[in-house]
């Protein structure tokens, strides 16, 4: 009895060897939990299935268009994130942390507020295509109109897939990260009949943003029906300052993403606006490997975030201190191998004019896995809702992921442009490791 008395009091009485033995028989216990096995195993199934069926779509796409309107998909890409802003992205984080806490009243919320919201949105890629027309690109004037007109459904309604991972639904989660990959596909089937409007770049991202709507719509109405039948009220009858805390978060959030967006989409717009559409394409290539290794973190998160955010205190900021080494090792063995891979994988099944995107391969995947610790400091004080350290982390990344690049460019082209973020992303991981030692430290002493 003394004994189990002895292990239940507060971790910070035990010796550091036993709070080590303690949180590393915690990680041994997850990875022996046959349901995170099976929810890891199913996502990452899906990352697979996604990447493989990646690497038919990006040589068919450089096969199929011209180089210059690939650079015009990248253009476009690097715009929407800072459009995006404007329909307070940050909601789904907002709505996705609420229901993983089961409060599920909060999707209805998240889409009420950010399709009113999303129009706002769409007016500025409107104002985005008198730019362009402006510039004397038409077929890129184009591709904004069609970016404005889908954007409502196509990126409103994004909280879908955090939907899905906050109430652990990871065989649904499967089929719509699935569904999601094979939308990217439908802009083929025109261009297959030797069918297009104006030029094949414009049809094949039309056709594309279509099929992303159309599914985005069934998903959140499927959502939608599920919840009714729970009886879900849209908010909390007994307490609606819960909406407004919620609200208020996600605009916070929105905040944080505005800063994140700064910091690691910076890059992608001054290429975009002050390179050529070529070189455009070249870093559109190396970005589409990057988004592999998000995928892969989002995958982390949709099935730890849940369990996390329920853990003590203590507990949970030292099992994201063990699990975050793992994730890391594991995130830079990948990012080396595939890295070696693409000078063999780039040549084979690219055209050859396309070569030179794997310097920007390597200095995204070193980009990303520098950054690790940083991402791991951000979701614990998200987990803690503790919005002065997350402000602090980002923006001090990205006054640093906005300015190196910009005065690297000039000097170094291209080059000088990722030196700079794979600054910004080093500095992000600096402070939040010393941000999450000293919040570790202070914790102690109270």
Known sequence: MDQRLRSDKPSSTNPPHSRLQTAVEAV????????NWRAGGLLMLANVIVTGLGLVRTPLMTWVLPKDEVGMLGVVASWLPFI???????????????????????????LAYRLRWSLVSALALLGGAAYWTWQNEPVLAWMFVVAGLSFPLANGLSAVSGTLGAQEQFKALFWYRLLESLTDFTGFIPLLFST????????????????????????SAWLWRQLRAQKVQPMPAHDKRLRSEMLRYGKHQTALVAIGVAQNRTDALLVGVFLSLNTMADYSIAL??????RRLWMIYLSVRYPPLVRLPERQRRRRILYEGLLVWAGFAFSAAALYLLAHWLIPLILPPNYASSIVYIGWLAAIF?????GFLAET??????????????????????????????????????MAGRFLASLILSLCGTALFVYVNKRDRQT
């Open 288 to 293: 589409l490997v990057y988004e592999q290794f």
């Open 380 to 417: 614990y004080f998200r987990t803690r809702q503790d919005e002065k350290s997350q402000y602090l982390l980002r923006i001090t990344a990205a006054i640093f992921g906005v300015a190196l690049p910009a005065l690297l460019l000039p000097t170094w082209g291209i080059i000088g442009v």
């Open 369 to 373: 896995v520098v950054g690790i610790p």
């Open 196 to 219: 297009w409007w104006l030029s094949h770049v414009l049809t094949f991202y039309g056709f594309n943003q279509l099929a992303t709507a159309v599914m985005l719509s069934i998903y």
């Open 28 to 35: 041994k216990g997850r990875l022996r939990n046959p349901r």
């Open 84 to 110: 995006q802003l404007l329909s307070f992205p940050g909601l789904d984080a907002a709505s996705y942390h609420y229901i993983a806490k089961g409060q599920r009243w909060a999707f209805a919320v998240n």
